[in-house]
């Protein structure tokens, strides 16, 4: 056995590691603070991100209900002469 490279590989295994490492604890850090921007941005809409779910089917529900109510004052006869 070569020990030698077996050294180098493992050196360069182990810096390779800790460039992974530091990469990986960098994108945490950036993801953490895209967290913490959703939520002050969600706190300053009013919402609160607990309930962020059940806040999209309510705006769901009222853009539903003003597609319908949209629909319902067009002039259907005007429409349907042509």
Not at 25 to 41: D, G, M, V
Not at 48 to 62: D, Y
Not at 69 to 74: K, R
Request: net charge negative; glycine share 2%.
């Amino acid at each position: 056995m070569d020990y030698e490279k077996e050294l180098n590989n493992l050196r360069n295994n182990l810096e390779r590691a800790k460039s992974l490492k530091y990469k990986a604890e960098a994108r945490l850090e950036q993801l953490s603070n895209q967290k913490q921007e959703l939520i002050k941005e969600l706190e300053e809409l009013g919402v609160n991100p607990e309930n962020l779910e059940e806040e999209i089917k309510k705006l769901q529900a009222e853009i539903d209900e003003l597609f319908k109510e949209a629909n319902q004052l067009l002039p259907k006869d005007i429409l349907e002469k042509k």
